[in-house]
């Protein structure tokens, strides 16, 4: 293989919603009415969905088209409410800064650019961020949402120490609006006296682990989250005993509410956009090189098959798309024996073991495996610390390069793909926090939302409303945002929506429902860096 292949882009991008709009009827005071809920102070506690974080980041207009400040608004006009406050942003750009330096990690949000022809790519707005994570907002707030909290951050003191957000120590956007260094933020949330809350955590519980491609541990068994990883899973008993006890606390005063339970992360747009089988034959940088590759697999083949796993077996199509190669640490370590086969059949020995160390638990990819979106800029990319580390090997320069494209010649590392195993960690105990969130809701007679179920509805096909049908397209189906896991305002309308539908049926009240048609997707600029 003369040439690393380059991956090409899988989308075919079309045009999508213009800015969003933020126009709801103007509703007569007194024509609605509360029943048995009070609306007048609302509090809203979560993670970044409940904050408005869209595109991979949190800003301005993606907070004022939040689904608590929706809520906020609808409750307006059944009767009479305390002003919903907001730590918003200071810009649009979505950046943080750590004592007037970019912090790392908190980056930009994303936008969609056009370049010459038309074809439409996400890109990184180029707006200058202004928003100091050390210069703490007068509270209380009403929307107490906190982006990368998990269901333990919420009781946790110190979680909003800004001192403590270089080191991971703290959250730098709770740390914009903690009323205290040491304040907890359920803590806080129960000091402003709310008369309703809605409660939306646990996403963060096991999207952490998903996101990383699996590389977290499933803490499954240790109820201790002190001793986690930020990619961990979360137990499921410590989840439920949290969120009862954060529930407790809300509702201590009287104040009703609504829960909202964990949508199956593997179902948006970062999981589902990256087929498995990505490679095209036409691609003219991968195409020519099918028949050395697969003549280069054939001796590792029939390796496989004398030790009985031919379904390990990679094999590449001159005609239809191909799998990508990955590692799938749930396989047999094969290595010792793929090495000593190869030397018997005739392969020299220091080849040998190389091909038994870089396949050793080696196939290519099926449905049943999802590709993270972020892979997509990975795929077929030359892997220069592959490469390095075979040229100390003694490995010659070009046969290390061509040993070294990612998903191609060299299985894509675990925190590129998620393997049926931990999807099944991800789907057992997202189930185990559904069946506690819906228990602790029926005990205390909260509303409750299938949050879910809705998301599983755009998922399969999508939700239609006056004017079209929301999807889980990423780009074009209106749900998701450019990150593909957090959604548009179109998004957070429809779960606002799905609220109130509950907050009526539960608690007697007739809060009107808004027209999501009326709510934007994602923000076209190529004003990009």
Known sequence: MKNYIKYIGI???GMVACEPEFENPVDEQGAYENGE??????????????????????????????????????????QQTEEFRIPYMDDNAGGLLYEGSPLPGFGNRRVLAFNEEGAASPGVYNGT????????????????????????????????NAAGVTAGMANPYFARFASSPGAQIIEDAVAHNPTFFSLWIGNNDVLGYAVSGGVGEDQTGNQDPASYGSNDITDPQAFAF?????????????????????????NVPFFTTVPHAPLDPTNPDFGPQIPTLNQTFGQLNAAFAFLGVPERSIQFSESAASAVVIRDEGLTDLSAELTQVLIGAGMDQGTATIYGMQY??????????????????????????RMGALMEMGVPQATAGQLSVNGVSYPLEDQHVLVPSELENIATATAAYNAAIQNIANSNELAFVDAAGMLNEVAGGGISYDGGTVTAAYVTGGAFSLDGIHLTPRGYALVANRIIESVNETYNSTVPRVNIGNYGTVTPSNDVQ
């Open 11 to 13: 989308l075919a991008l």
């Open 129 to 160: 961020a202004t928003t100091e994570v050390t210069n703490v907002l007068e509270g209380p707030f009403n929307n107490m949402g906190v982006p990368g909290a998990k269901v333990y951050h919420l009781v946790a003191p110190g979680y909003g």
């Open 242 to 266: 949290i969120y009862s006890n954060i529930v407790t606390a809300l509702t201590a005063n009287g104040a009703d509410g609504v829960l909202l339970n964990i949508p199956d992360v593997t």
């Open 360 to 385: 050793g638990q080696a196939r290519q990819a099926t449905e049943e495996d999802l590709i993270p979106l972020t892979s997509s800029g990975v795929i077929g990319q030359l892997n220069t610390e």
């Open 37 to 78: 809920a009070d609306f007048t102070n609302y509090v809203a506690l979560g993670n970044s969905l409940t904050a408005g974080y869209a595109d991979n980041a949190l800003y301005i207009t993606g907070q004022e088209q939040s689904y608590p400040n929706i809520l906020a608004q609808q409750f307006a006009k059944v």
